[in-house]
């Protein structure tokens, strides 16, 4: 599954260091995830492929943990937005090889 997280600052007060916290987000999400940092300019956008038929509720339980961590906790996970489901289906007429 393919999912775009959003992350949002708990307190507008928090220091804008958002990416290095997008940085620091990634490495605290499940290391079998292929993970892409999307934007982190105020809010942090995460682009998260499981290939370990997760729902977007387990997804959900695993970021809201990884967030609990003290260097990110000023964080919270605001969106969990599916992109495609299992593996992408090439075009017709495309050559699998």
Do not use: Y
Not at 22 to 28: A, C, D, N, P
Request: aromatic share 2%; proline share 9%.
């Amino acid at each position: 599954m393919l999912v775009e997280l959003t992350i949002k600052r708990i307190t507008p007060e928090a220091p804008d260091n958002s990416p290095i916290d997008g940085v620091r987000i990634l490495s605290l999400l499940p290391a079998q995830w292929r993970k892409e940092l999307i934007a982190a300019n105020g809010e942090i956008v995460v682009r998260v492929h499981t290939d370990d038929g997760a729902t977007t509720a387990q997804i959900r339980v695993k970021v809201t943990a990884a967030l609990t961590a003290p260097e990110v906790s000023h964080w919270r996970l605001a969106t969990c937005d599916i992109l495609a489901i299992g593996h992408p289906v090439p075009p017709a007429g495309s050559d699998p090889s």
